[in-house]
């Protein structure tokens, strides 16, 4: 038995989506129209945990920051595919496994080029 769907099946999700985002429009709008608007000197000012603001918050940082920010981000993103693997692992059987020690040496080949550029020696 093949059930179809129909442009009206979809109706209730339409609704909820013009809802949530007319909430979102609307506490924005009414917010900005109805807070208040006391601006300050010390309103403005960079809030720094209490401790006073010492020169410009512009400078730049070393960029090696940003690199491990990513590459922590891409291995934590890859390591999550191996999640499913590890749920499904009897019904996926041999060629489930075999496809996962392909995925784990292309992602330890990624690890080792990393390692070899220094990619992770802060300095």
Known sequence: MVILSVPADYFPIAIMFVVAIGFVLTTIFA?????PKRKSDVKLDTFECGIEPQGNSRIPFSIKYLLVAILFVLF???VIFMY?????????GLFGFLEMIVFICLFMLGFFYIIKKG???WE
Do not use: I, S, Y
């Open 31 to 35: 917010t900005h129209l109805l807070g």
């Open 76 to 78: 934590d993103v890859e």
């Open 119 to 121: 990619a992770l020696k």
């Open 84 to 92: 499913p693997w590890a749920v499904n692992f009897l019904k996926l």
